[in-house]
């Protein structure tokens, strides 16, 4: 119960940093592609094509409307707060994984609950919808696994 919590915390630590870097990343390129975009456009018109001018116009205003929809800025700002709070939250599970043996059952069940709780409000609300990214969260979780499987098998040996 308590090794659930402290892996799907990591997880989505991960996942969050993972997915602020794609937003950022995919909002640089649109940016810089809108520049290069824009350069050619205006070359274009100083010598006289009228239709790749016209046509690099376009997909300079399609680029900047996708900027302006996609939101990329926002999500990549929502993702890393996620990831932030659950760094934190992390803590506090990897902080009750150690007390364990110092703790009784209840007292263990109730601070798994308040954490689980602080998880789930973590989740629950965005200013912005973050889509699903499947390849992400199989990254994410594979990691946490494998970090956190290896973490207390080291543990158990020392």
């Known amino acids: 119960m308590v090794w659930h919590g402290l892996v799907d ?12 870097d ?6 640089t390129r649109l940016s810089w592609s809108c520049v290069g ?7 274009t018109v100083l010598s006289d094509h009228p239709l790749w001018a016209a046509t690099l116009a376009a997909l300079v205003a399609l680029l900047n409307g996708w900027l302006v929809i996609a939101k990329l800025s926002k999500r990549a700002l929502s993702s890393a707060s996620r990831q932030q709070r659950f760094g934190e939250l992390q803590l506090e599970w990897e902080k009750l ?20 709780n602080r998880a789930n409000t973590i989740t629950e609300y965005s200013s912005v ?3 699903l990214d499947q ?3 199989k990254r994410s ?18």
């Open 37 to 43: 975009l824009s350069s050619g456009a205006v070359v």
């Open 9 to 20: 915390s990591d997880r989505l630590h991960r996942y969050y940093g993972y997915l602020a």
């Open 135 to 137: 390849r992400l969260r």
């Open 129 to 131: 919808e973050l889509s």
């Open 22 to 27: 794609k937003y950022s990343r995919q909002e």
């Open 141 to 158: 979780e594979e990691e946490a696994y494998s970090v956190r499987s290896i973490q207390h098998s080291v543990k158990s040996a020392a």
């Open 97 to 116: 994984w150690s007390d364990l043996s110092a703790m009784e059952d209840d007292a263990v069940r109730q601070r798994w609950k308040e954490l689980s």
